[in-house]
């Protein structure tokens, strides 16, 4: 499985605002998911937004959902799949109140024509886990090599944009690669269409490659550039649920805590809770896979937390690529004070 990632193209911004507006008019059957059964009848009914099918980086949600942690705060929890990655969209539009976005994607939501009004709660995962791959017969191994090659990607502006920034700096000409879009196909599915290098998460992707003993060849891109050390993914709410009802917030963000704590120290039993909601997903790569994550969860010493550096280096980098119509005000993108 390739977990594909929404980047709010020029087209789809312009529809952001037009789909915000009309949002009371699109059917419920956009969504699927499962819900919690309520702790009481008290209990306040929470939608959180995945971006995607569920997977490991969702693996604290589920931790804490199957541990009781929501029921506890007086959450009933119900956890959707878009049928798009839209989770912005949503969230603004009060369909959830909580979504897994990235911040390159909020970055977009944030800068438009009509900005958003939403804002990154906390960090799944501290540190960037994606990088380029390619199979050891394609000899890449740096950027440079790219020159002369394809790459397959899903067609957004930032791929193009990030793959030209890191060729840059190597003294290599974004111009000899050719750019094709092959959706979210399987990853190895996409180097017998003449795909020479891809972009994966390593925690997937690569992880699946261990298992399966398929060597590839991976560039971190925290090893090409600095710029590219963004939270991917993370979790954001509405600002006017922020002032309406921070107590909410709060007990969200304390049981989600819990939860990719409790996966961190117990890979295996986590991975075993989030099978019950996704068992498509094969035993050994869900347990692999959250035993490579876990560090991330707390590389800062504290789940969740972000750091405004990494807002304003990101976002300075987007806009120099070309890829914002303004600068971010970084002090407004994201918060950590409801974090436990």
Do not use: C
Not at 56 to 64: I, K, L, P, R
Not at 89 to 111: C, H, K, M, N
Not at 251 to 275: I, V
Not at 296 to 324: C, I, N, P
Request: aromatic share 12%.
């Amino acid at each position: 499985m390739n977990l594909k990632r929404l980047f709010l193209t020029g087209r789809s911004r312009l529809l952001l605002a037009v789909l915000t507006l009309l949002w009371g008019t699109l059917p419920t059957a956009v969504f699927a998911g499962g819900a919690a059964e309520p702790a009481h009848p008290a209990a306040e009914k929470v939608t959180l937004v995945l971006d995607w099918v569920p997977n490991t980086n969702h693996a604290g949600v589920y931790t804490a959902l199957e541990l009781g942690l929501y029921d506890r705060e007086g959450i009933r929890l119900t956890i959707v799949q878009p049928a798009e990655s839209t989770s912005p969209l949503l969230v603004a539009a009060g369909r959830g109140e909580f979504g897994i976005s990235f911040q390159d994607e909020l970055t977009y939501a944030l800068t438009g024509g009509t900005p958003l009004p939403l804002r990154a709660v906390a960090a799944i995962l501290q540190h960037n886990t994606s990088g380029f791959a390619s199979l050891p017969d394609r000899h890449i191994r740096n950027p440079k090599d790219f020159e002369g090659r394809t790459y397959g990607g899903w067609g957004s502006e930032f791929e193009d944009a990030l793959i030209r920034a890191v060729m840059k700096e190597a003294g290599a000409d974004f111009s000899k690669v050719k750019v094709v879009n092959i959706g979210a196909s399987d990853f190895f599915a996409g180097f017998d269409q003449g795909v020479d290098f891809r972009w994966i998460f390593y925690g997937w992707d690569g992880i699946r490659a261990e298992i399966e003993g398929k060597p590839i060849d991976y560039m971190p891109l925290l090893s090409l550039s600095e710029n590219l050390d963004y939270y991917t993914p993370i979790i954001i709410t509405s600002s006017r649920l922020l002032e309406e009802n921070p107590s909410l917030v709060r007990r969200f963000l304390k049981a989600t805590a819990e939860g990719y704590l409790f996966a961190a120290a117990n890979p295996e039993k986590a991975a075993s809770m989030l099978l019950k909601h996704a068992p498509e997903i094969p035993e050994a790569l869900a347990v692999k896979s959250i035993s490579y994550l876990a560090p991330y969860f707390t590389d800062e010493g504290r789940w969740g937390v972000m750091k405004e550096s990494v807002w304003k280096t990101f976002g300075a980098f987007m806009y120099r690529q070309g890829l914002l119509p303004g600068e971010l005000a970084a002090e407004k993108a994201f918060t950590n004070a409801y974090l436990p």
